[in-house]
């Protein structure tokens, strides 16, 4: 407890009749209250940015707050409102997927590492339909095909279903998508039979 806890209680000088006695031995104040501390603790760290339940029990742990201690504080947070698992996957899910293109499978990986149990998981990367998933994936390929001008139409097949494979996206559906984006951009640098199959790609 003593990184948590180390400067909270201000010393104070031993005092004589005219005031603080110089050189004097040092008075320690009163023990921090670990429930004030672990309250602290977690305002900041909501304050900075939302944060799940498992990461903020990781803070508390860290700092050395006693485990009943932090257990308890933790389910307060909770009760009021402001620990929630549900609103934080729902909120990283929309922000992910919409921003960065990730699919549910990346997002279910995420917040999974961040300790959000699977199903409330389940739950968020439910409100990415099928269509919406394969719409997402099409604009990062048209986005990037600009880029890949240039090369044949194999290396462009790589680059691009390799560009959808970080992203999460299965092999399946990757190939699918750059091949029809490629047939629509009306390419002729190179033949159907010239693109590497999903294997050879992932």
Avoid: C, N
């Avoid at 008075?27 to 921090?32: A, I, N, Q, S, T």
């Avoid at 402001?82 to 279910?108: E, K, M, N, P, Y």
């Amino acid at each position: 407890m003593a990184r948590a806890f180390a400067g909270a209680g201000r010393s104070r000088r031993a005092r004589g009749p005219d005031g603080p006695t110089p050189g004097s031995p040092a008075d320690d104040g009163p023990e921090p209250d670990p429930s004030s501390v672990a309250r602290q603790i977690l305002l900041r760290r909501l304050t900075a940015a939302p944060r799940t339940r498992a990461e903020l029990a990781a803070d508390l742990a860290a700092r050395d707050v006693p485990a009943d201690v932090a257990e308890q504080t933790l389910d307060r947070f909770t009760e009021v409102g402001l620990i929630d698992d549900a609103a934080f996957a729902d909120a990283w899910v929309r922000s992910r997927h919409s921003t960065r293109g990730l699919s549910s499978r990346a997002l279910q990986r995420e917040l999974r590492s961040k300790g959000v149990d699977d199903e409330t998981v389940s739950a968020a990367v439910d409100a990415i339909d099928p269509d919406s998933e394969v719409a997402t994936a099409a604009a990062l390929v048209a986005r990037r095909l600009p880029s890949s001008r240039g090369l044949d139409r194999a290396a462009r097949t790589r680059r691009l279903v390799g560009m959808l494979a970080r992203k999460g996206y299965d092999g399946g559906l990757a190939m699918r998508v750059v091949r029809d984006a490629l047939a629509a951009e009306g390419s002729g640098d190179g033949s159907a039979d010239d693109e590497p199959d999903s294997l050879t790609v992932l």
